[in-house]
Each structure stands twice: as structure tokens, then as C-alpha cells.
């Protein structure tokens, strides 16, 4: 069970494999790994608290730039998890915190402004915005919760702004120029950073 893996100098912390989306530059549909972790799927349950504090111990924290919470899955999937998982860092280290997330826990949750729930916990706030409108993201992404997803999604940015110290939208370069353009403008319009990645490993 790979719980914690390092990538680019930071600690990761893999929590769930769920996940409601299903985007057509997801790593999961053609790797088991990133870059040299180990395997991310859960083979039978998902790691408990037990596992992920025992698991942690494992490392030396010190070594590590940030923790992201970025799994083979969404982390908002197990909210509860990823807020008690980010308590228990708060109480054992001063490093930052970074969720990188598809947005759409509101719908995930079944309730509004989930991102607040984060506040204290995460320092940074990773978005995939992943296209300029509502139809391109559910093409995109797949999102079980159609079209309705993509608002969802800039009302947690929005929620997000207000709560967390840093917001950033990143987008996978899958998409045309014209359409990065757009994103660009949503990005400025709500004042927050946008990085696009190329197409490669994890968001
Ligand atoms: S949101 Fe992330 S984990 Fe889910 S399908 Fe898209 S890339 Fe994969």
C-alpha cells in the first residue's frame, strides 16, 4: 500500500483511488506509478489513519520542500480523511501543504463552500481547470456530474480565495490555443494564477 511517495523533491500522499471524473490525460488509464513510486492503486481497502500516520513515520520530513496531497484518485473523495491527515501534519511538521484537486468537492461532498472546511489545513489550493466552458470540461474530463461540474468548480476557486492562502488553476496543454486563451481570461477575471503543464505524469 503506497501511502506517502516522493516527486520533485516534495512528499506526496496517496488517500484514495476514487475519483469522479475520468480525464482523457489521466496517468491512471495507462501507468500504475509515477515516475519511480511504487504502485498507487489500493489493491483491497483504502489506508486508514492508522496506516497513514504509521506510514509517515517512514520518512524524514525534513528532507521534503512541501506535502501535496495528490493520489491515483481525488483527495476530496475521503474528506474527512484529508482534513484529519492534514491536521495530523499541521501537529508534526511547519511544512506547507499543497492539495492539488479537480474542484469539484461541492458536488463530491453533496454540500456548498467544502473548501472552507480546509482553511487552516492547506496552504495551497491546486485547481485543474482543464478547459474554458462547461461542455469542453465534461469532454475532457468525463465528470460524472456533467456539465453542472464546471460551475462547481470556480465557485470552490472562488471559496477557495476567500479561505486558503493561495489558489492556483493549472491546465494540461490537451487543449487548442484559442482555448488556453480563455482560460487565461477566466483566470485573470478571478485574479488567480494559472499554470499549464504539458502533457506528461500528475497534475
Ligand atoms: S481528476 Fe485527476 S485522478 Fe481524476 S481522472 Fe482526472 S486526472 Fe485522473
Known sequence: MTIFYELYGALYV????KCPCSCVFCIRDHSDVIKDSDPLWFE?????M?????DFERFDIEKYSEIVFCGYG????RM???VETAK?????TNKKIRLNTNGLSDLICGRKN???ELKGLIDTV?????APDAKRFCEITNSCFGEKSFDALLDFAKDAKKCLDKVIFTLVDVISKEEIEKCQKIADEMGIELRIREYIDTY
Open 14 to 17: 496517496n488517500i484514495t483511488n
Open 44 to 48: 483491497d481497502n483504502e489506508p486508514t
Open 50 to 54: 492508522e496506516d497513514i500516520k504509521k
Open 74 to 77: 481525488e483527495p476530496t473523495e
Open 80 to 82: 474527512d480523511i484529508l
Open 88 to 92: 495530523f501534519l499541521r501537529e508534526k
Open 114 to 116: 467544502t473548501a472552507c
Open 126 to 130: 491546486s485547481i485543474s481547470l482543464n
